[in-house]
């Protein structure tokens, strides 16, 4: 894949949806699970749609994590470890680590890219 790639973010329910209208300017298309219907899905059913969508999943929750070590990827996981961070922070994490998760997602060498807080 190329640098230059666009990609698109799949925020799970516990994350904003203004993330997409934030992050539209480097994240284009991205969208929050409720614009499919989705919030009611289990993780697997998520996986399985951003997988068959070409979404990357944004999430919190350590079950991603686990479904990528399973069934492998793509789909790419974005695993904010941030806490309970405002929308704020939470665009600024991801505007950081934007050169990062386009280069991983363009090597295919991991499937989970961990954001912590403190990075």
Known sequence: MALNMKLKLLFDENISYKLCQRL???????????????????????????KREDFIVVTQDSDFNDISTLRGFPPYVIWLRTGNAKVMEIEKVLRQHYQNIVEIVATGKQGVIEINSSH
């Open 24 to 50: 539209a300017d480097i994240f284009p298309d991205s969208k929050h699970i409720k614009a499919f219907q989705l919030e009611k899905r289990d993780d697997i059913q998520i996986w399985a749609f951003a």
